[in-house]
Nanobody, 121 residues
């Protein structure tokens, strides 16, 4: 069984920084794309940032220049460094990973349980 466990969410003042982490565990053969989504109260879930196995990244326009996604393939972990936080960044943040389970196993997306980021103005 594969699990994704997030950490790092907190209450922070506007202009502050946070670093989210998400570690995948279980019988993992390979991980392709990893990323972060967020969902504010009453809103739809939106992609924040994604990173390929080779390190190529993409960001939603609203976080470009402020957020940085990275990953440690040896640790099956993805990070999201968030700087210059704004009140509109307040949301539950979810990590995901496209994982192949075991040799000959199927590949599918797995999701974390979410971590809350609240930015006070």
């Amino acid at each position: 069984q594969v699990q994704l466990v997030e950490s790092g969410g907190a209450l922070v003042q506007a202009g502050g920084s946070l670093r989210l982490s998400c570690a995948a565990s279980g019988i993992i053969f390979s991980i392709e794309t990893m990323g972060w989504y967020r969902q504010a109260q009453g809103a739809q879930r939106e992609v924040v940032a994604v990173i390929s196995k080779g390190g190529s990244t993409n960001y939603v326009d609203s976080v470009k220049g402020r957020f940085t996604i990275s990953r440690d393939n040896a640790k099956n972990t993805v990070y999201l460094q968030m700087n210059s936080l704004k009140s509109e960044d307040t949301a539950a943040y979810y990590c995901y990973a496209n994982i192949k389970v075991g040799i000959g196993g199927t590949r599918r997306d797995y999701w974390g349980q979410g971590t809350q980021v609240t930015v006070s103005s």
